[in-house]
C-alpha cells in the first residue's frame, strides 16, 4: 500500500466523510436510539425485538459498505495510492495474521468479562447479532463486507491520505483508528475502546507485512466470531434457531 503524493480535492473529500461526518452521524445514531430505548422503557431481549428486522439491518449495513468500499476506490484511483501491490505472503505473514487474530479475541474476550450481566442486557449490539439459521449465514456475508470496506477505507485510503496531509504516519494511524472507533458508537464508551484497540492491532499487522489482504482475512474471521461465537460464550444470544 502507498502513501498518497498530494492531497487532492478528492482526498480531502474523504477524510471529511471517513473521519468526521460518519463519525458524527453514527454518533448521533448512537444517541438517538439510547434515547428511544429509555423512551419506550425497552431493555434485554423487548430492546432486541423492537425496530426494524434484523435483515433489514443487515441490508442497511451492506448498503453501507457498498459505498463505503465504492469511494474507497474512486478515491485510491484519483489520488494515485496503490491498495494492493503484488506481495509474496511469506509463513512470517501468516503468523503475523494468527497473532493478530488471537490479540482481536483476546481483547474481546476481556470486554466481554468486564461487561456484568445487567450491562450485557442493555447493550445495542445484542439487536444486531443473529440469532436464526438464515441470519447467521446473511451475518457471514455482512462481516466480509465490513472486512473488505473498512480496512480498504480506513487502514489503507485514511491512513494513506491522512500520512500525506500531515506528513506523520503516527498522526495518520491514531486518527484512522480514532475514526473507526468513533463509527461504532452504538456499542457505547467501552466498545468504542476497544474497537480503538482492535483498529491498532489491525494496522500492526499491516505495517508487519506490507499488505491489507491479511488485515481484511483476519477482520473478516474476527467478524464471523464475534457474531457466532463470541455472544453465545458470554450470554448474548440464544442457541441457534432453525427458521420455520
Known amino acids: 500500500m502507498s502513501v498518497a503524493p498530494a492531497v487532492g480535492a478528492a482526498g480531502w473529500a474523504f477524510l471529511l466523510l471517513a473521519g468526521v461526518l460518519l463519525p ?3 454518533a448521533i445514531f448512537a444517541q438517538t436510539e439510547r434515547r428511544r430505548a429509555a423512551a419506550a422503557g425497552l431493555g434485554g431481549d423487548r430492546a432486541v425485538e423492537s425496530g426494524p428486522t434484523r435483515i433489514a439491518l443487515y441490508a442497511q449495513i451492506l448498503v453501507t459498505h457498498a459505498v463505503l468500499f ?9 489520488e494515485g495510492i496503490e491498495l494492493f501491490p503484488t506481495l ?3 509463513l512470517r505473514d501468516v503468523v503475523a495474521a494468527g ?6 479475541i483476546s481483547v474481546a474476550e476481556l470486554y466481554w468479562r468486564s461487561r456484568s450481566p445487567a ?5 445495542w449490539v445484542r439487536r444486531i447479532l443473529p440469532q436464526t439459521a438464515s441470519e447467521r449465514w446473511v451475518w457471514v456475508l455482512v462481516s466480509a463486507g465490513a472486512a473488505v470496506a473498512e480496512e480498504t477505507a480506513y487502514r489503507g485510503v485514511f491512513v494513506a491520505i491522512m500520512s500525506a496531509a500531515t506528513g506523520s504516519f503516527t498522526i495518520a494511524i491514531v486518527a484512522s483508528a480514532v475514526a473507526f472507533a468513533v463509527v461504532h458508537a452504538p456499542q457505547g464508551f467501552a466498545g468504542i475502546v476497544y474497537v480503538f484497540v482492535i483498529a491498532l492491532v489491525h494496522q500492526v499487522l499491516i505495517l508487519v507485512t506490507g499488505t491489507l489482504l491479511l488485515a481484511i482475512l483476519v477482520h473478516f474471521t474476527y467478524d464471523v466470531l464475534a457474531g457466532l461465537w463470541l455472544p453465545q ?4 444470544t440464544k442457541r441457534i434457531t432453525l427458521d420455520t
Open 99 to 104: 497473532v493478530a487474530l488471537i490479540g482481536a
Open 24 to 26: 458524527i452521524a453514527t
Open 88 to 90: 509474496r505472503i511469506s
Open 119 to 123: 450491562e450485557r442486557e442493555r447493550l
Open 70 to 78: 465504492g469511494g474507497a476506490i474512486a478515491v485510491a484511483r484519483a
Open 233 to 236: 460464550r458470554h450470554g448474548l
